[in-house]
């Protein structure tokens, strides 16, 4: 039996239920808490609010996940490409370490642009280089510019990181 991460959508504000309801089922679930310090009028408080609004990942095989999905709150699988999305272990482990560090984290999602420098992380060219020319809705064109060649491929945006060095 193969324990994958995937990520689940639940109703707004149930996400510490359906940690509560998947514990309860024998489900592993990580709900990643941001510790926030609030402002009430007489003291300062430190709370525990969800970083991912309406997501909690589960780890499960692929029997499991009917037994997630029918667990009061969720709504379903996060899908990507079609299909419910992985997540890698060490991206929740990476989460996990963050969280533990830091208060106050904020999130801001990536959006893949135009010039933007990506590494491509999966498929034949895995590991590759290049320069965003275009971007559509779930692809992006890259200029791969290794080897003195212009290579363009239609690149789904999911295999795609920002590399920094330019």
Not at 111 to 125: H, N, Q, S
């Amino acid at each position: 039996m193969s324990y994958k991460w995937f990520a689940v959508y639940t109703k707004p504000r149930w996400e510490k239920k359906v940690v509560k309801l998947l514990v309860e089922k024998g489900i592993e679930n990580y709900c990643p808490l941001n510790k926030v310090r609030r402002q009430w009028s007489d003291r300062v408080k430190l709370v525990e609010e969800p970083l991912f609004k309406s997501y909690v990942f589960v780890r499960v095989t692929d029997d499991e996940r009917t037994a997630v999905r029918m667990t009061s709150g969720v709504i379903n699988f996060i899908y990507w490409d079609g299909k419910p999305a992985m997540i890698r272990d060490k991206e929740i482990v990476a989460i996990r370490q963050f969280l533990d560090e830091y208060e106050n984290v904020e999130l801001i999602k990536l959006e893949i642009k135009t010039d933007d420098r990506v590494k491509i992380v999966a498929g034949p060219f895995m590991d590759q280089e290049g320069k965003v020319i275009e971007v559509r809705n779930k692809t992006a064109r890259i200029v791969i510019d290794s080897l003195g060649y212009m290579l363009v491929a239609d690149i789904d945006k999911g295999k795609l990181v920002h590399n920094n060095h330019k």
